[in-house]
């Protein structure tokens, strides 16, 4: 390694080399610290199982007819020379030769070195290409076709012939040794001389009559067009297969190369890791093009791959032309520049660079930068890798960057204003300059994810920021409660946006909206109180100002607050949760980006309200706009709202999608009471779909419990609604009544919210029936929910809960009507869940009327809905119940069969069927009765079919037993 070799980790350290020879394998290795390490000896797996098939049913049909030719075409690292090792294994254990050779640029001008390294000793070493004929200083001779040349030198056409004759005696000699079998593998053919790829054209044209294959590997794009042009000829006359290795995934990768996947060297660039010695063996001007690709990027010229390089232009072009020979680059389209052959090597080579020499490459990129006036973005990216952010025109870069890419790209953002706002806090202290960049700088920090360190930084800038910035502090505040009620600190979100409420009282700005909506979303997350008079108050300030955005918080603030009120009214908010969504709907969603929790808010709104379709719109939207945007600190909150509309309507696996995906982000992003929430949907899910899963169930709702403490809004009983579900399941019916009353503060829920009540009042109504103690505390004929209530959500649920009570009191036919009333409110608001859950206790109750027909019925319409809903428990517990009624019906029919079975018969056929039952003849019958015996013949044929007998036998013992 030379001492200024960019491609190199901390090169003045003692760096280890390896060096391989052009037939030898190159070990599996990773860098770590600057120095290569060696994992132990490891037999690697097999990476290219379909390919070697192949390969091996080529070797089964050997000696079936002439030799065959077969192709495998792949780029660098795609594991040709792994699979030519496989089969040569494969064919030696089935008793076959199996030579291999390996062409490298080196040796090009030898004739038949790619032959002749395969066989060594059976080929006798052939002359270089132009060959002394003669003594030097003869005289000048004509040769055949009268042309003067030098006698120290043959003519063109002695050496066609002389290579013709040296083609045929080749081919003899492999004919020769093919007679038992033969394998060749050519590995790198696209380095081959011309004379094998003319004997390998031969061969493809002129196939031997022996047991001969020939594997030849090589890079298709590298590959010369005389050799192209033989393969394809030879694929056109079928001697020729040829097979395509696509690009490597990270798994196969990291087994072709036998090292752990996870290693972070392969995570970050699975290309393999030998093209690094492959690279450091370049001459130096080609390494620090190289060097200069994986630093600059794809898409620039000789001239500037040159000035980051610190090599002469003409020095570039011609390392750049060797390059795209050797298959490391390749052109783009005119005009366009150079790259890397493979983008993850670019990745690859770039970790190995010297960071010294890597610094300066970015400084002298931004001089390039310059010339072609590119974006703040890509100034930004080599300001930051090259260490160089402390000067005024390199912060004011990275700061236009950053605002450009805070609404596509939040991390790069916060990534470039890490350096801004560490030099100028250091160069300026703490100053008007400072604090926007405090600002700007906390934004990013939250909208990509890192939410406790932006929280801090918020806190920094409110405690700094002076009071007459009432806009820029009241949107900071209301930012800072948002995140602080993310993380679970409610009581110092409440108290920030409370002490900012005050201070603002006067003349509030339109930023004091957003406060108002901050605080309705912390009380829906934590289940505490809140001002239901804040939407009037918000849409007086909205109104003030003109303010659209702030119009839209404000109307999703009255509707929230129509909806949640004591005592709701349907027509109001139906009526402002329409006017918010017609509004909401109007805008652009670059506008709706700037405040998302409106949407969030929005769609959990018209849940409340039954409107799931509605509510899965405003939810996917949301989703779409966060990660338009790169913004993930608010994806949990709209993940988990839309995986309670899943809840409601399914499918389930569309829900649990949405609650992992939910509880990964919020356990990355540390916000706890999305977390919580993630759990209990999970737990829902476990509950529904595994009946083992019940134990599964219990343990997720604790855990979401501990996330998020049990309150009284939709978000925060998630955990103690899915924590009864599951102690139901598990049979613990007493435990589940119990967490619900605790949840609701009595019997009769008097602590949650109107809306939600009647849900709960049917959990528990179920948990009391089963427990056995519903008749203590339920009166079925009370009316325990407010006539007022919106009908989509709430009535089902109440009628519900009004059904097992009745049940469970043995009104059993009252009980039936109100499931039919609950499952027909359900049918209109497309609860595909909670519908089928009471169709099936429905079905049980119709069982218990005896009315098994009936019951089937509804348990066909359940078993569809549970398997819609995708409710494995659900649909099992209906199949069980359907093939125990049917039973039971069947027995039901033979025991009447058997209590009547003269009941389906004429009289005639009664007359007949007692006399032959006493044992009478056909024709004492026929005198008996005045009948022909053909008349008594065909009654008895009638009787035996409809009683389903074949004798007189069977007759007698069915009249004994009706008798």
């Known amino acids: 390694m030379q001492p200024n070799c960019p491609i190199c980790t901390h090169c003045s350290r003692n760096s280890t080399i390896l060096i391989l020879r052009a037939d030898q394998k190159p070990p599996s290795w990773v860098v770590s610290d600057g120095r290569v390490e060696l994992f132990g000896?490891?037999?690697?797996?097999?990476?290219?199982?379909?390919?070697?098939?192949?390969?091996?049913a080529a070797l089964d049909s050997l000696g079936r007819g002439p030799s065959r030719v077969i192709e495998v075409d792949g780029d660098r690292g795609a594991g040709k020379t792994q699979l030519l090792g496989e089969l040569r294994q494969e064919a030696r254990q089935r008793g076959f030769e199996t030579p291999h050779g390996r062409s490298t640029p080196a040796e090009q001008h030898t004739p038949f070195r790619a032959f002749t390294s395969a066989l060594p000793g059976r080929f006798a070493p052939l002359p270089p290409l132009w060959k002394p004929a003669a003594p030097t200083g003869s005289r000048p001779s004509l040769t055949a076709c009268g042309t003067v040349v030098p006698h120290g030198y043959r003519s063109q056409i002695a050496?066609?012939?002389?290579?013709?004759?040296?083609?045929?005696?080749?081919?003899?000699?492999?004919?020769?040794?093919?007679?038992?079998?033969?394998?060749?593998?050519?590995?790198?053919?696209?380095?081959?001389?011309?004379?094998?790829?003319?004997?390998?054209?031969?061969?493809?044209?002129?196939?031997?009559?022996?047991?001969?294959?020939?594997?030849?590997?090589?890079?298709?794009?590298?590959?010369?067009?005389?050799?192209?042009?033989?393969l394809t000829k030879g694929t056109r006359l079928g001697t020729v297969a040829s097979m395509k290795l696509p690009s490597l995934a990270l798994q196969r990768a990291a087994s072709l190369l036998a090292v752990p996947p996870q290693h972070d060297r392969i995570s970050a660039a699975p290309a393999p890791h030998y093209i690094l010695a492959e690279v450091s063996a370049l001459p130096g001007d080609d390494r620090a093009v190289v060097a200069a690709l994986s630093v600059l990027g794809d898409g620039y010229g000789a001239h500037e791959l040159a000035l980051v390089a610190g090599i002469p232009a003409e020095a570039a072009a011609r390392s750049l032309n060797r390059l795209v020979s050797g298959g490391l680059a390749r052109t783009a389209a005119p005009g366009h520049g150079y790259h890397l052959h493979r983008p993850d090597l670019a990745a690859l080579?770039?970790?190995?660079?010297?960071?010294?020499?890597?610094?300066?490459?970015?400084?002298?990129a931004l001089d390039v930068l310059a010339r072609h006036s590119a974006s703040p973005a890509a100034h930004a990216t080599h300001i930051d890798l090259a260490q160089d952010a402390a000067g005024n025109e390199a912060t004011r870069r990275l700061i236009r960057a950053a605002e450009r890419s805070m609404w596509s790209a939040p991390g790069a953002?916060?990534?470039?204003?890490?350096?801004?706002?560490?030099?100028?806090?250091?160069?300026?202290?703490?100053?008007?300059?400072?604090?926007?960049?405090?600002?700007?700088?906390?934004?990013?920090?939250?909208?990509?994810?890192?939410?406790?360190?932006?929280?801090?930084?918020?806190?920094?800038?409110?405690?700094?920021?002076?009071?007459?910035?009432?806009?820029?502090?009241?949107?900071?505040?209301?930012?800072?409660?948002?995140?602080?009620?993310?993380?679970?600190?409610?009581?110092?979100?409440?108290?920030?946006l409370t002490a900012e409420?005050?201070?603002?009282?006067?003349?509030?700005?339109?930023?004091?909206?957003?406060?108002?909506?901050?605080?309705?979303?912390?009380?829906?997350?934590?289940?505490?109180?809140?001002?239901?008079?804040?939407?009037?108050?918000?849409?007086?300030?909205?109104?003030?100002?003109?303010?659209?955005?702030?119009?839209?918080?404000?109307?999703?603030?009255?509707?929230?607050?129509?909806?949640?009120?004591?005592?709701?009214?349907?027509?109001?908010?139906?009526?402002?949760?329409?006017?918010?969504?017609?509004?909401?709907?109007?805008?652009?969603?670059?506008?709706?980006?700037?405040?998302?929790?409106?949407?969030?808010?929005?769609?959990?709104?018209?849940?409340?309200?039954?409107?799931?379709?509605?509510?899965?719109?405003?939810?996917?939207?949301?989703?779409?706009?966060?990660?338009?945007?790169?913004?993930?600190?608010?994806?949990?909150?709209?993940?988990?709202?839309l995986g309670t509309v899943y809840a409601h309507i399914g499918p389930l696996d569309e829900m649990r999608r949405a609650a992992r995906e939910a509880r990964r982000i919020a356990a990355k992003t540390d916000a706890k009471p999305l977390y919580g929430a993630a759990l209990a949907l999970e737990s829902w899910y476990a509950a529904c779909t595994d009946r083992d899963g019940s134990k599964t169930a219990v343990r997720l709702a604790w855990e979401a419990i501990a996330a998020l403490p049990p309150g009284t809004s939709s978000w925060s009983m998630a955990p103690c609604w899915a924590l009864a579900n599951a102690m139901r399941l598990v049979g613990d019916a007493q435990q589940s009544a119990s967490a619900v009353v605790a949840l609701g503060g009595g019997q009769s829920l008097p602590k949650l919210p109107v809306i939600l009540r009647p849900i709960y009042l049917e959990m528990l109504a179920d948990a009391d029936a089963e427990a056995g103690t519903i008749e203590h505390t339920w009166d079925p004929r009370a009316q325990v929910l407010p006539p007022s209530l919106p009908k989509t959500l709430l009535s089902p649920y109440s009628f519900a809960a009004r059904a097992h009570a009745l049940r469970a009191q043995g009104e059993l036919s009252a009980a039936v009507k109100a499931y039919d009333e609950a499952s027909e409110l359900m049918s209109r608001a497309g609860m595909i869940g909670a519908r089928a859950k009471t169709l099936l206790a429905r079905a049980e109750c119709a069982a218990e009327l005896g009315r098994h027909k009936e019951a089937i019925d509804v348990l066909i319409t359940c078993k569809m809905?549970?398997?819609?809903?995708?409710?494995?428990?659900?649909?099992?517990?209906?199949?069980?119940?359907?093939?125990?009624?049917?039973?039971?019906?069947?027995?039901?029919?033979?025991?009447?069969?058997?209590?009547?079975?003269?009941?389906?018969?004429?009289?005639?056929?009664?007359?007949?069927?007692?006399?032959a039952g006493k044992g009478l003849r056909t024709k004492d019958i026929a005198k008996a009765l005045e009948l022909s015996p053909r008349t008594v013949d065909v009654h008895l044929n009638r009787i035996y079919r409809k009683l389903e007998i074949r004798s007189r036998a069977e007759l007698a013992h069915l009249i004994a037993t009706a008798s």
Request: charged share 25%.
């Open 41 to 56: 000896p490891a037999k690697c797996a097999v990476i290219r199982r379909a390919e070697l098939r192949s390969l091996v």
């Open 159 to 230: 050496l066609k012939q002389e290579m013709s004759a040296d083609t045929e005696e080749l081919r003899g000699s492999l004919a020769e040794l093919a007679h038992d079998g033969l394998v060749l593998t050519l590995d790198d053919f696209h380095w081959a001389d011309a004379e094998s790829i003319e004997l390998l054209d031969h061969l493809i044209r002129r196939p031997i009559p022996a047991p001969l294959l020939i594997v030849v590997s090589c890079r298709g794009r590298q590959a010369p067009p005389r050799l192209r042009g033989a």
């Open 349 to 364: 080579l770039y970790d190995h660079t010297d960071p010294q020499w890597r610094a300066g490459a970015h400084r002298r």
């Open 413 to 496: 953002a916060a990534d470039w204003l890490r350096p801004a706002y560490e030099s100028t806090k250091a160069r300026e202290g703490q100053g008007p300059a400072t604090d926007r960049l405090n600002l700007l700088f906390a934004r990013a920090l939250i909208l990509s994810g890192q939410l406790v360190e932006g929280q801090r930084l918020l806190r920094t800038y409110l405690q700094s920021a002076p009071r007459y910035r009432r806009r820029s502090r009241a949107a900071a505040a209301a930012f800072c409660g948002l995140v602080e009620g993310l993380l679970g600190h409610q009581e110092e979100a409440n108290a920030l």
């Open 501 to 641: 409420l005050e201070e603002l009282a006067h003349d509030p700005p339109p930023e004091t909206v957003g406060i108002y909506v901050t605080q309705c979303l912390i009380a829906l997350l934590h289940g505490r109180p809140w001002d239901r008079t804040a939407g009037d108050a918000a849409a007086r300030i909205a109104a003030r100002h003109q303010d659209r955005l702030a119009e839209i918080g404000a109307l999703v603030l009255r509707a929230l607050c129509r909806v949640l009120g004591p005592v709701p009214g349907p027509e109001s908010a139906e009526r402002a949760a329409s006017t918010c969504a017609a509004a909401i709907d109007e805008m652009p969603d670059a506008l709706v980006a700037q405040h998302p929790e409106y949407l969030a808010l929005l769609g959990r709104c018209e849940s409340l309200l039954g409107r799931f379709a509605d509510a899965r719109r405003h939810f996917e939207r949301g989703i779409a706009i966060l990660r338009a945007a790169g913004h993930t600190h608010l994806l949990p909150l709209f993940l988990t709202g």
């Open 865 to 915: 809905l549970a398997q819609k809903y995708g409710s494995r428990r659900m649909f099992k517990t209906a199949v069980d119940l359907e093939r125990d009624l049917r039973s039971r019906t069947s027995e039901d029919a033979a025991a009447d069969r058997r209590s009547a079975p003269l009941g389906e018969l004429t009289d005639r056929e009664r007359e007949v069927a007692d006399l």
